[in-house]
Structures are given as structure tokens and as C-alpha cells.
């Protein structure tokens, strides 16, 4: 089959016809005013050789007149991947000759070198990728453009976008000349521009038409000709607009903020790591007084704030709350929000959100007894802790005795909260405030670079234990040093696996921290101990490092001294012009470095029974998968506890359910920005801020780590496979604890969310090195190589 009728182009034949023409061929059957065409399939492009009888014969039953020639491959117009302009098209083709060649000039555009790096991008096959063509008789607009279902700009899902330009529509998608804009928000308008009221209020129409038929927001190319009617040129998905919230039946709009990237995470979630952490989410939160739901959106964890905003007495608080966890990007849209006049508080009771200080009196009392004895005696409270930690570690290890699904199962869903998180959080919350708290006490007596300073090199912190191991274990390296460097980590992950590596001390590690990885927090994501690529990487790395001086083990001695000098300064200096306030300052930045650093031991804890539920599934799902119930063991991440109770009881086959979820994770996977917070209606609340402004070439964040360094950026999405030079400078999205084995050769950390608080910046202090956080598209802005100046003083990323 080379060449088909484009009104028999379906989705069913999409290796056939590509991503374009089958939707084309859906316009056609739905009745709409699409240009009579037809289709040069993949299967001509296989033999690569353009059909010419087929194809002229075609043509001539188009009239033999001016059409339009437009690829169509197969990894075109997909949900996730638009390939907009990435691949040919050629406008006003008239003959047989210039046909042949247009088609031709077609196929060869799909291994250019922009298509090819689009489809890298993506993490799609170059291999499996072919061509189709599709050739249409050509319409001679008088005005042509785009028309997008939702606004691409906010998110918005109430309004639509239209660009147009007189002409050809490729003056509005290749950007070659000044458009009219229009927002479609039901608002009646004047005449203005080259459409006129009627045009936008027909576009509007039909963009309610295909948004409802495709079931998602739409980019639609039209063009309106001499005779004013309106032609569809394509319909596609929008790539780039981030899913909605799930509908409510509230009158009133709601508002979601990302929970994820407290825990460095912007990757999305497996649907069982998302049952897991929305209880343990909710768990927390109602340890502490709040009640708050926490919603999946684009895979991704959001917590619904509309209570608590609008709520009177939580309101008030709300935004100072957030500086600890949340960061200053948070408390900016939070704001934002709290000045909408449709979250003004509201009359009457409470919400069932309830408010922060709507605790109960019993959880109150034991927060203030459990800070004020870690606060009155640190190294007991220390000790307590780390005890409580290891008794969980202990008990949530599974009995031997479990041998069928059916025990495994019960084993999962039996675990409960564990009895000892007074133990474990307090002296955590502790740690925090008297972090926290002296920045206030010391307004107009220190800046925040150096408070950075006293907070750095901070001991008891379980994460920077685990780093320095990681380098002692590289230092040791000694005859396997070349092996270690010229080994890819996969490699070297297998032969350990297999127990054909030479022992270099990995088994010892992995025995202390092999429940860790990236995204750590996510049961569906592999622990170092089953896949220690990442750890071989960040091995090698260290190996890289040849002044002794950048060795991690000094830059933390040296932040450490650095620290104890800058306190004594500071407390000095404070106790002189402020005795009161320098006092207390000077207590709190002491049990501070008590007690601050524990703050990583709490989700070190928490791994602990992670680990071991994770273990139990992966054995249930390797019994499905015996009975043929699953394809692969680790299937069963993509599943619910209650999913994979009817697999295992009831023997419902879940393999559908499978499939379309792990096809969703992949394209949330490729997706790199995720918005701090979202309304119902699907606005990007950040993307409606009035803009930050800054110098040329300079990129404005928040300082989280004091002192200024100049080097190579290194922009990192996966620190499984990151190589990072001594000297580069760390650019990434977000960073947890799988990522700080990175910070032991970078010069400074650039990331584009966190809090001052939060893993990556608290990390960075701890070795001395410069951080600035919250630096909007920081990984898209800044690319590998560039020279850039990182000062963690004033808050910016300098692009030389």
C-alpha cells in the first residue's frame, strides 16, 4: 500500500500514514472542511523509492494543480511530541517533476539534524522512525494561523489563542512576521487586526468542536480564503500545556502547589508511589495539625491549598510558612493567590481544611514538649533519635515465613504508622526553627550570607555520612582506579550484580545506603542496591578529582571551621549592639548546629520500610508474571494496592491498565517543566507574575549558599549518567539526596526551584560550595560548556 485517499487515513494505520495524515483522515470523517488530499505511506519510504505512477495518477485526480506537500512521520503530532517545523513542508508545488521532488526533499527531512536531535530529546528511536507524505490541493488563504483550544501561555482551559498574519499561515509558525494576537475569553471584542469578530467567533466554535471530539486541548491550523471560508490544515494535540487538575463540582477555582520538589522531585510518580506518598503526605501534615488533599496531577504529588487560603486565620500565615520547604518561587504564587479576590476568605466555620494553629491541643502540647527538650538537651534528643531510626530499620524488615502472593499482599497493606516519630521529628522540627528563626533575630545585624556561612559544615547529617564514604570507597580505589574511570556504569552495575567486579568496598557501602537512589521517595523507583550504575558514576567522578584540597572530606573540615569562626564573630558582634536578641540568637544558632543537620535522617528512616514494602511487591509481581498476569515483575508499579489485590485474589488481568499508564509515565518523564502551582481552570499561576527583570546575561535566583565561583556550567537531568569535571558548575531542574554525590566535584549548585532549607542548598553549605536556587528555566537558559559566575551572595547566575 503507497498511496491512500487521505479520507482513509485512520490511527489504526498510523505506521502507515503517520501522525499528520491520520489525523487529517479524523478531521474528513467528522465532516470537516479539510483540503482534498492523499497520503505517500511509510511503506514507499521503506523501499525508498517514490511510487511515481501511483503518486502522478493521484495528482491528477487533484486537478493537476498548485498543492501543498507536508511529511507525516510516524512520531509526528503525538500527545507528547508535536515535531512543530521540525520536518519539511513545500508550499505551491505545481508538475509532476517538482511533486516527485517535493516528496523526496520530504523523506530527507526526517533525518535532519534538527529532527534528529528533537526526536534524542524525546528519547525516541531514530531507527524506528519512517516517513509518510501527505499532499493536498493548495488553499490560497487571505488569512491564516493557529488556533490553540487552551491558552498556551497560562494554561488557562476557559481560553483559547489565535495568531494569524494575511497569507500563507507559515508567516505565523516560522515566526517571519508580526502577528495579531487574540485571547478567545468569551468577551465580545471590536473589529480589529485581519479577523474580524465573526472569524474569531466561528475559530472559538470550532475549537469547542475538536477539543470535545479529540477529548484534549488542541493546536489547530486554519486558513480562511477569498470566498471567507474557513479550511482545517491540522489538528494536533498541545504538547506543552501542563494536564488540568481533576474536575470538582466547587463553583468556586481551587488552587494546587507542587509538593514533589520538597523532595527534589519533578519526575513524575508511579502510580503505587503515589498511593504511598499521598498517605504518608497526608499523615505528616495531620501530624501536625493539617488537613490537607493531596491530588495526582501529570503523575505529579499537588496539594489542595484552597481551604487553608482561604481560610482567616491560616491565611495570615500561610506565606511565612512556606519559606522553610517550599522556597521563595512558592511563597511568590501563594501570594499571588491570596491577593485574588476569588480566594478572599470566607465567612462562617472553618473549613474542613482546618488552619495550622487548629491543632489539636494534644498534638500541640507534644510538639512543644518534644522542641523544647531536643532544644534544652541536643545530644540526648540526637541519640534518641538515631536509636528509634535503627529500631525501624529492624521491624520493617519482613518475616521469613511469607511464601505466596496472598501473604506478601497482607504483609504491604498491614504496615502502619510507626510509634516512634515523636523520637524522629521533633528533634528534626527543632533543628529547623533554630535555623530559621535567627535570620529574623539578626535583621540589620547580619546578612544571609553569612548565617549561610554558620550553617554550613554541618555535622550529624546522614546524607553527607553517606557522600563521604562514597569518596572514602574512591580514594581506596587504588588498582582499580582505571577500571572504575574507563568503565561505563551500567557496565560496571552488571559485572558487580553478577559478582565478577573486583572487591573495591561497593558490597560495604550499599549495605549502609543501598536503600537510597534518585527519586528515593518513590516505591517505584530501583534502590541503589538493585541498580548501583548511579553510584559507579558518581565514583567516577570523584577519581577525576586530583587537587587533595577539593577533596569533599577538607572543603566540609574547611566549611566547618569556617562556620564555628563565623559564629563567634557573629554571636559577638549581635550580643554587643543587641544583648537580648543576641543572646537568643546565638542559642538557637548553636542548637542549630546540633541539631539541623538531622534534618535528612527523618526521610532516612522513612526509606527503611520503602525498601522492604518495594520488595514484596516485586515478589508479588513475579508470581503474576509466572501466571502470566504480568508481562515483568516490576509491572506492578504501575498498579494500585487494591488493583493488585484483584490480581492476586481475583485473577483480574491487569496488563491493559499497565500499558497505558507506563505510556503515560514515559511522556510525563520527557517533560521538563512542572508549574509550582496550578488553578482548576489549568492556569500556570507563576506564568501570570509579572516578570522578574535582570541585566543582560544575568539570571536572577535566590542565594542559598554564600560565595561566588566562576566555571564551566554542566546542565544535568539524570546524575545516573552525569559526568561532572572538578570546577563545573551543577545546573539542574531540582536535586534530593541521589543527587548530592554530584556536589563533591562541583564548584556550585544552580537549580530552578527549592527553599533555603530544602536538600540540594543545605548540602551545598555543608561543602562550602555556592548555590542559587529558583532560577526560572535555568536548564533550558543555560547549556553545557557556557562560562558561567555563580554568586550565592546576591542571588544570580552570570552567562559570559
Known amino acids: 500500500m503507497h498511496v491512500i485517499p487521505l479520507s482513509e487515513a485512520t490511527t489504526d494505520l498510523l505506521h502507515l500514514v503517520g501522525g499528520k495524515a491520520a489525523g487529517l483522515g479524523e478531521l474528513i470523517r467528522r465532516g470537516e472542511r479539510v483540503p482534498e488530499g492523499f497520503c505517500v505511506t511509510t511503506e514507499a519510504h521503506r523501499l525508498g523509492v517514490v511510487p511515481a505512477a501511483e503518486v502522478l495518477a493521484a495528482y491528477q485526480r487533484l486537478g493537476a494543480g498548485p498543492v501543498a506537500v507536508r511529511s507525516s512521520a510516524?512520531?509526528?503530532d503525538l500527545?507528547?511530541?508535536?515535531?512543530?517545523?521540525q520536518q519539511d513542508t513545500v508550499l505551491d508545488v505545481v508538475g509532476s517533476p517538482e511533486l516527485i521532488a517535493a516528496i523526496e526533499r520530504c523523506w530527507a527531512s526526517l533525518h535532519s539534524d534538527r529532527a534528529t536531535a528533537y526526536r534524542d530529546a524525546r528519547q525516541i528511536d531514530n531507527r524506528q522512525v519512517r516517513m509518510a507524505v501527505v499532499v493536498q490541493r493548495m488553499i490560497t488563504p487571505k488569512v491564516a494561523g493557529v488556533l490553540f483550544t487552551a491558552n498556551p501561555l497560562t494554561g488557562r482551559r476557559d481560553e483559547m489563542a489565535v495568531d494569524a498574519a494575511p497569507g500563507l499561515g507559515t508567516a505565523v509558525v516560522d515566526g517571519a512576521a508580526t502577528v495579531d494576537h487574540y485571547v478567545l475569553d468569551g468577551v465580545s471584542r471590536d473589529d480589529t487586526g485581519c479577523l474580524t469578530s465573526a472569524h474569531l467567533a466561528d475559530l472559538r466554535a470550532t475549537g469547542e468542536r475538536l477539543q470535545a471530539h479529540f477529548g484534549c486541548p488542541q493546536d489547530i491550523e486554519w486558513a480562511i480564503d477569498a470566498h471567507d471560508?474557513?479550511?482545517?490544515?491540522?489538528?494536533?494535540?498541545?504538547?506543552?500545556?501542563?494536564?488540568?487538575?481533576?474536575?470538582?463540582?466547587?463553583?468556586?477555582?481551587?488552587?494546587?502547589?507542587?509538593?514533589?520538589?520538597?523532595?527534589?522531585m519533578l519526575r513524575p510518580v508511579t502510580p503505587m508511589g503515589m498511593s504511598t506518598l499521598r498517605t504518608q503526605i497526608t499523615a505528616m501534615l495531620a501530624a501536625l495539625g493539617v488537613r490537607v488533599e493531596i491530588v495526582d496531577i501529570g503523575g505529579r504529588l499537588y496539594?489542595?491549598?484552597?481551604?487553608?487560603?482561604?481560610?482567616?486565620?491560616?491565611?495570615?500565615?500561610?506565606?511565612?510558612?512556606?519559606?522553610v520547604d517550599f522556597g521563595p518561587r512558592a511563597q511568590a504564587v501563594m501570594q499571588h493567590v491570596l491577593d485574588d479576590p476569588?480566594?478572599?476568605?470566607?465567612?462562617?466555620?472553618?473549613?474542613?481544611?482546618?488552619?495550622?494553629?487548629?491543632?489539636?491541643?494534644?498534638?500541640?502540647?507534644?510538639?512543644?514538649?518534644?522542641?523544647?527538650?531536643?532544644?534544652?538537651?541536643?545530644?540526648?534528643?540526637?541519640?534518641?533519635m538515631f536509636e528509634a531510626v535503627e529500631q525501624l530499620r529492624t521491624r520493617s524488615t519482613a518475616p521469613t515465613d511469607l511464601r505466596t502472593a496472598a501473604e506478601r499482599l497482607r504483609f504491604v497493606q498491614a504496615q502502619d504508622a510507626d510509634d516512634s516519630a515523636d523520637a524522629i521529628m521533633w528533634p528534626i522540627v527543632a533543628g529547623m526553627l533554630a535555623a530559621a528563626l535567627p535570620a529574623t533575630l539578626l535583621k540589620g545585624l547580619a546578612g544571609p550570607d553569612e548565617i549561610h556561612t554558620v550553617l554550613g559544615g554541618m555535622p550529624h547529617n546522614v546524607t553527607i555520612e553517606m557522600d563521604l564514604a562514597l569518596w572514602r570507597l574512591a580514594q581506596g580505589a587504588g588498582e582499580h582506579r582505571r577500571l572504575l574511570l574507563d568503565t561505563p556504569p551500567a557496565e560496571l552495575a552488571t559485572r558487580y550484580l553478577r559478582g565478577t567486579l573486583p572487591d573495591i568496598g561497593m558490597a560495604a557501602f550499599l549495605e549502609v545506603y543501598g536503600h537510597r537512589g534518585v527519586a528515593e521517595v518513590d516505591l517505584g523507583v530501583p534502590r541503589w542496591e538493585e541498580d548501583p550504575a548511579p553510584v559507579f558514576a558518581a565514583v567516577a567522578n570523584y577519581l577525576r578529582v586530583?587537587?587533595?584540597?577539593?577533596?569533599?572530606?577538607?572543603?566540609?573540615?574547611?566549611?566547618?571551621?569556617?562556620?564555628?569562626?563565623?559564629?563567634?564573630?557573629?554571636?559577638?558582634?549581635?550580643?554587643?549592639?543587641?544583648?537580648?536578641?543576641?543572646?537568643?540568637?546565638?542559642?538557637?544558632?548553636?542548637?542549630?548546629?546540633?541539631?539541623?543537620?538531622?534534618?535528612?535522617?527523618?526521610?532516612?528512616?522513612?526509606?527503611?520500610?520503602?525498601?522492604e514494602t518495594r520488595r514484596q511487591l516485586l515478589l508479588i509481581g513475579a508470581e503474576l508474571h509466572g501466571t502470566g498476569l504480568l508481562d515483568q515483575p516490576d509491572d506492578i508499579m504501575f498498579l494500585t494496592v487494591d488493583e493488585v489485590h484483584a490480581a492476586v485474589h481475583q485473577g483480574v488481568d491487569p496488563r491493559a491498565t499497565v500499558t497505558s499508564r507506563r505510556a503515560t509515565h514515559r511522556r510525563e518523564l520527557r517533560r521538563r517543566t512542572v508549574p509550582v502551582a496550578l488553578l482548576s481552570d489549568g492556569t500556570d499561576v507563576e506564568a501570570?507574575?509579572?516578570?522578574?527583570?535582570?541585566?543582560?546575561?544575568?539570571?536572577?535566583?535566590?542565594?542559598?549558599?554564600?560565595?561566588?565561583?566562576?566555571?564551566?556550567?554542566?546542565?544535568?537531568?539524570?546524575?545516573?549518567?552525569?559526568?561532572?569535571?572538578p570546577g563545573d558548575v551543577l545546573v539542574a531542574a531540582t536535586t534530593d539526596p541521589g543527587w548530592t554525590p554530584l556536589f563533591l566535584t562541583a564548584a556550585a549548585l544552580v537549580t530552578e526551584t527549592g527553599a533555603i532549607m530544602a536538600h540540594g542548598p543545605t548540602v551545598a553549605r555543608e561543602y562550602g560550595i555556592p548555590a542559587v536556587i529558583c532560577v526560572p528555566d535555568a536548564t533550558r537558559t543555560i547549556t553545557t560548556g557556557q562560562l558561567v559566575t555563580v554568586d550565592g551572595v546576591a542571588g544570580t547566575v552570570t552567562v559570559h
Open 74 to 76: 510516524t512520531a509526528e
Open 79 to 85: 500527545p507528547d511530541a508535536s515535531f512543530a517545523g
Open 229 to 264: 471560508v474557513q479550511w482545517l490544515l491540522q489538528s494536533r494535540p498541545i504538547t506543552t500545556v501542563f494536564p488540568q487538575p481533576p474536575v470538582t463540582d466547587k463553583p468556586l477555582p481551587r488552587v494546587y502547589l507542587e509538593f514533589g520538589h520538597v523532595q527534589g
Open 303 to 323: 496539594g489542595d491549598l484552597t481551604d487553608l487560603a482561604r481560610d482567616r486565620s491560616s491565611r495570615r500565615r500561610l506565606v511565612k510558612l512556606m519559606a
Open 342 to 384: 476569588r480566594f478572599a476568605p470566607t465567612s462562617g466555620r472553618p473549613r474542613r481544611g482546618g488552619a495550622p494553629g487548629a491543632a489539636s491541643r494534644r498534638t500541640a502540647r507534644r510538639a512543644a514538649v518534644g522542641i523544647l527538650r531536643a532544644l534544652a538537651r541536643p545530644d540526648t534528643a540526637r541519640i534518641r
Open 546 to 611: 586530583a587537587d587533595p584540597r577539593q577533596g569533599p572530606d577538607e572543603r566540609f573540615r574547611r566549611a566547618a571551621v569556617a562556620a564555628e569562626r563565623a559564629l563567634a564573630e557573629l554571636i559577638g558582634r549581635a550580643r554587643r549592639r543587641r544583648p537580648v536578641r543576641g543572646t537568643i540568637a546565638g542559642f538557637l544558632l548553636r542548637r542549630a548546629r546540633s541539631l539541623a543537620g538531622l534534618r535528612e535522617a527523618g526521610k532516612f528512616a522513612g526509606l527503611y520500610p520503602l525498601r
Open 688 to 725: 501570570v507574575l509579572p516578570a522578574t527583570a535582570a541585566g543582560d546575561g544575568m539570571l536572577a535566583g535566590v542565594g542559598a549558599s554564600a560565595g561566588r565561583v566562576t566555571g564551566p556550567a554542566r546542565v544535568v537531568h539524570d546524575p545516573g549518567t552525569a559526568h561532572v569535571e
